[in-house]
Nanobody, 114 residues
Framework: QVQLVESGGGLVQPGGSLRLSCAAS???????MGWYRQAPGKQRDVVAT???????NYKDSVKGRFTISRDNAKNTVYLEMNSLKAEDTAVYYC?????????WGQGTQVTISS
């Protein structure tokens, strides 16, 4: 049974930090893990991805503020988010790619507000 369990979302003030986690189970040979986000009225957009070997890519607007990492032994991907801004407010989704098949988490709300 495939499961992607996300955690770590919440409400934080501008300039604050959050750490998201996503644990995958029931999926073999995971290659790319990533985080996407969808703000109200907007399309889902990639935030950051990381390959099994540790190669990372980031959306320009989060470079220098967000860090993606993964633990291959635990099939878990993390997103450390610092210096958060109001425009980072969105539902964040975990994504896992295994041989071209994509799996999505249920989403976790991240709200940046004073």
């Amino acid at each position: 049974q495939v499961q992607l369990v996300e955690s770590g979302g919440g409400l934080v003030q501008p300039g604050g930090s959050l750490r998201l986690s996503c644990a995958a189970s029931g999926i073999l040979n995971i290659y790319i893990m990533g985080w996407y986000r969808q703000a109200p009225g907007k399309q889902r957009d990639v935030v950051a991805t990381i390959t099994r070997g540790g190669h990372t890519n980031y959306k320009d607007s989060v470079k220098g503020r967000f860090t993606i990492s993964r633990d291959n032994a635990k099939n878990t991907v993390y997103l450390e988010m610092n210096s958060l801004k109001a425009e980072d407010t969105a539902v964040y989704y975990c994504n896992v790619d295994s041989f071209g098949t994509n799996y999505w988490g249920q989403g976790t709300q991240v709200t940046i507000s004073s």
